[in-house]
């Protein structure tokens, strides 16, 4: 079952440039997505979310981007910062359900 | 900031064995949820919880799985006979007011679970 993936497994950034994320999905009936942040050894920690109803949200040096034509999230850091340095996972939801569906996840390194 | 915890942070038993992880959610939550990761695999829903009873379940949760939540604060994932394949990282989450309202699903540390 791959409703939710992400197909960079890893990505490598310098310190102070743009990291960009992406995440596809298949379930069209996926109306809110969030992104989390994992360390090692740590629980999901909530980065940003956006309901399907808008098209970017930002917090901060963090955007998420939504095209849901395209079925396509990704989620942006300006200006990335070693401390960055973790798994992101996106995630889905859907309103008539409780359960988050996850993609595989990506890890960012930020090299300084 | 409130967050949730859970205990023990690490479980190692014997296949066979029955195993309780234990959670505490944010004060003022009211959906609960049970998740794993095991090795190198996705983050899987198993169960959510809301108002004593269990409101959603993956194929996961078979009858081997049970979610209680026995007093006001804890709430917790008993595994009757653990498998090898049980053997994976275990997180609770909770949220206010559950799917209709879009809200967000705050994540405990997580219990790694290995089973012998």
């Known amino acids: 079952d791959q409703q939710v993936k992400q197909n960079s497994p890893s990505l490598s950034v310098q310190e102070g440039r743009i990291s960009i994320l992406n995440c596809d999905y298949t379930?069209?009936?996926?109306?809110?997505f969030l992104w989390y942040k994992k360390y090692p050894a740590e629980g999901p920690t909530f980065l940003i979310s956006?309901?399907?109803?808008?098209d970017k949200n930002e917090d901060g040096r963090f955007t998420v981007f939504l095209n849901k034509s395209a079925k396509h999230l990704s989620l942006h850091i300006v200006p990335s910062q070693p401390g960055d340095s973790a798994v992101y996972f996106c995630?889905?939801?859907?309103?008539?359900?409780?359960?988050?569906?996850f993609g595989g996840g990506t890890r960012l390194m930020v090299k300084p | 900031e409130p967050e949730v915890t859970q205990t023990p942070s690490h479980q190692v038993t014997q296949m066979g064995q029955e195993v309780i992880l234990r959670c505490v959610p944010i004060?003022?939550?009211?959906?609960f949820y049970w998740y794993r990761q095991i090795l190198g695999q996705k983050v899987e829903f198993l169960v959510s919880f809301y108002n004593n009873e269990i409101s959603e379940k993956s194929e996961i949760f078979d009858d081997q799985f049970s979610v209680e939540r026995p007093d006001g604060s804890n709430f917790t994932l008993k595994i009757r006979s653990t498998k090898l394949e049980d053997s994976a990282m275990y997180f609770c989450a909770s949220d206010r007011q559950g799917p209709r309202f879009l809200e967000t699903q705050y994540f405990g540390p997580g219990t790694r679970l290995l089973v012998l």
């Open positions: 004060s003022n939550h009211l959906y």
């Open positions: 379930n069209s009936m996926f109306d809110y």
């Open positions: 956006i309901s399907s109803i808008k």
């Open positions: 995630a889905a939801r859907y309103n008539a359900g409780n359960m988050l569906t």
